[in-house]
């Protein structure tokens, strides 16, 4: 069962940490919708921006897709609703004057714009920060894009899997040559979702600097910039001597035993991180003598002659099944799991617990729900919350221009038949 503290709801009104904080979300695909989501989740009033008729980019990036009440394929992909929850979204069309205007008028009273559209192109319709910081002094602009907003590949459009090797991830992911292996990116997105975290905590950051200063400012953050922060051990490693990192698999390049070893029906998860825990491991193996073996009795030994250790090791774990090695390991405190498929992870006692599934209501789902990967933050006062499920295209159009600029239906019907803002669908 998910926890109280995880339910679901449908109330729209803005609880939680951020509840007074309103965001307009210009971003599509998963970097700004990230930072979007995880701002709406902790309370911002997050009302996103989308394309008349075509929406975010990733509604059409599946199967699969969430199925109506007939079985049929709806336009919300899996890949849209993972980083939409908490937001509101309106269709307008920026290339028109009129969408434009309407954008300045919602961020006159705003506190945070998020985009990730190329460098200096929103600059063409009075969407850029210069432009709108003109209308809201107060205002925060996160601009997210692949390279940044200066520097020779500043005009470049940026996608994760190609910053993960441009940015050095790649060539540290992925087998050894030797054994196989090539360069690999990473199972997600991390790119993208690296920067999303980056730009969250940097809004935040601004929000407390405005609280001291009284003006917004203007952030810009990249993917290759945050993929390259995202090196960090292996980052210093080389800044520190020189020596390019090379790929590993599963082990680690500076503590050793730390990767997967083979059982007699499988692998398993070892991760030995100090001295002690390599001595109880031992123990559990039957070999205590391999602990005051002076190529192995200090982890600097122990990586300094890795390619003598680990056969030995190999061939010690293959004389039992994994569950008996994780059993054993575990009632001794060393560090050991399994390697769970995606299945197996949200049925884990402890991801069940934890709340790692919810459920909010949808209206085209089949079931009238939609299940969404759980927010991680757990606060002891102001609890995430989960007021909107990842909105349909255009849903809450309506709602917005009449709440927050006073429109009738009349003018948003017009508005809708000129092709400037799109209603529900």
């Given at each position: 069962m998910t926890p109280p503290e995880q339910e679901a709801s449908a109330t729209s009104a803005p609880t939680g940490a951020l509840a007074d904080l309103k965001v307009i979300d210009l971003s599509r695909i998963l970097a700004g919708p990230t930072a979007g989501q995880l701002l709406g989740d902790l309370g911002a009033d997050v009302i996103k921006v989308e394309r008349p008729g075509v929406g975010d980019d990733t509604r059409g990036w599946g199967p699969p897709f969430l199925k109506d009440q007939s079985g049929t394929d709806t336009r919300e992909s899996a890949y849209y609703l993972c980083a939409n929850r908490n937001k509101r979204s309106i269709a307008i069309d920026l290339s028109t004057s009129r969408g434009q205007e309407i954008v300045q008028r919602l961020v006159a009273d705003a506190d945070i714009v998020l985009e990730n559209y190329k460098v200096g192109q929103l600059?063409?319709?009075?969407?850029?920060?210069?432009?709108?910081?003109?209308?809201?002094?107060?205002?925060?602009?996160?601009s997210v894009t692949g390279f940044g907003q200066t520097?020779?590949?500043?005009?470049?459009?940026?996608?994760?899997?190609?910053?993960?090797?441009?940015?050095?991830?790649?060539?540290?992911?992925?087998?050894?040559?030797?054994?196989?292996?090539?360069p690999t990116k990473v199972g997600v997105a991390m790119a993208d979702v690296m920067t999303g975290m980056y730009a969250a905590n940097a809004v935040l950051a601004a929000v407390h600097a405005r609280t001291l200063t009284g003006r917004g400012q203007h952030i810009d953050l990249a993917l290759f910039d945050s993929q390259i922060a995202a090196l960090i051990n292996q980052g210093?490693?080389?800044?520190?001597?020189?020596?390019?990192?090379?790929?590993?698999?599963?082990?680690?390049?500076?503590i050793v035993p730390y990767q997967t070893f083979p059982a007699s029906d499988g692998d398993f998860i070892l991760a030995v991180g100090n001295d002690g825990q390599f001595r109880k491991f031992c123990a559990v193996a039957g070999r205590e003598e391999l602990a005051d073996d002076p190529r192995f009795a200090t982890n600097t030994a122990r990586v300094t002659n890795?390619?003598?250790?680990?056969?030995?090791?190999?061939?010690?774990?293959?004389?039992r099944i994994r569950q008996a090695w994780i059993d054993d390991l575990k009632a001794v405190g060393v560090p050991c799991g399994s390697i769970n498929d995606v299945s197996e992870v949200f049925s884990h006692p402890q991801a069940i617990h934890r709340g790692a599934r919810v459920t909010m209501p949808h209206p085209t789902?089949?079931?009238?729900?939609?299940?969404?990967?759980?927010?991680?933050?757990?606060?002891?006062?102001?609890?995430?919350?989960?007021?909107?499920?990842?909105?349909?295209?255009?849903?809450?159009?309506?709602?917005?221009?009449?709440?927050?600029?006073?429109?009738?239906?009349?003018?948003?019907?017009?508005?809708?038949?000129?092709?400037?803002?799109?209603?529900?669908?």
């Open positions: 600059a063409r319709y009075g969407l850029d920060y210069q432009s709108l910081s003109a209308i809201n002094p107060r205002l925060i602009y996160c520097g020779p590949f500043a005009a470049g459009a940026g996608y994760d899997f190609m910053v993960q090797g441009m940015a050095g991830t790649m060539s540290v992911t992925g087998f050894p040559d030797d054994e196989g292996g090539r210093l490693a080389y800044l520190t001597d020189g020596r390019v990192p090379g790929r590993l698999g599963n082990a680690h390049p500076t890795r390619s003598e250790l680990i056969p030995i090791i190999e061939a010690m774990t293959r004389t789902s089949a079931t009238g729900s939609v299940d969404l990967i759980g927010n991680p933050i757990k606060f002891s006062d102001t609890p995430v919350s989960y007021r909107y499920a990842p909105p349909r295209l255009g849903e809450h159009t309506r709602d917005v221009l009449t709440e927050a600029l006073g429109l009738s239906d009349v003018e948003i019907d017009g508005l809708a038949e000129a092709g400037i803002v799109g209603l529900g669908t």
